[in-house]
C-alpha cells in the first residue's frame, strides 16, 4: 500500500518563500506525482507534476515562481514556491499515480501579511 507523508508549509509573508517535501512509501516503481491545491470556496486545481521522466508541468498562475523537482530518491518530491502570493494561500496535496491514484492528507500554506 502507498503511503505519502508530506511536510512543509505554514504561514508566510508576500513574496515570501516555502518549500513543501512529499515522499511516497511502499512503491517499486517511479511514480507520477505532483501536488494539487484547494483554497476556500474554490474547487482543487493541480499546480505542478513530475513524470516517471521527470518533465514537469506549472499551472500558469506559478510558472516562473515555483519548482517541482525529485529529492533525494525516486518517489519523493519537492516544490520550491517562491514570490508568494496571497492568492497561493490554499491547502495542498501531495499527489502520486501508478495504476492508482494516492493523495497526502494535505498541508496548510497562508500567505499574508
Known amino acids: 500500500q502507498v503511503q505519502l507523508v508530506e511536510s512543509g508549509g505554514g504561514l508566510v509573508q508576500p513574496g515570501g518563500s516555502l518549500r513543501l517535501s512529499c515522499a511516497a512509501s511502499?512503491?517499486?516503481?517511479?511514480?507520477?506525482m505532483g501536488w494539487y491545491r484547494q483554497a476556500p470556496g474554490k474547487e482543487r486545481e493541480l499546480v505542478a507534476s513530475?513524470?516517471?521522466?521527470?518533465?514537469?508541468n506549472y499551472a500558469d498562475s506559478v510558472k516562473g515562481r515555483f519548482t517541482i523537482s525529485r529529492d533525494n530518491g525516486e518517489n519523493t518530491v519537492k516544490m520550491e514556491m517562491n514570490s508568494l502570493k496571497p492568492e497561493d494561500t490554499a491547502v495542498y496535496y501531495c499527489?502520486?499515480?501508478?495504476?492508482?491514484?494516492?493523495w497526502g492528507q494535505g498541508t496548510q500554506v497562508t500567505v499574508s501579511s
Open positions: 499527489y502520486a499515480r501508478f495504476l492508482y491514484e494516492y
Open positions: 511502499g512503491s517499486r516503481f517511479r511514480m507520477y
Open positions: 513530475i513524470t516517471g521522466d521527470d518533465i514537469t
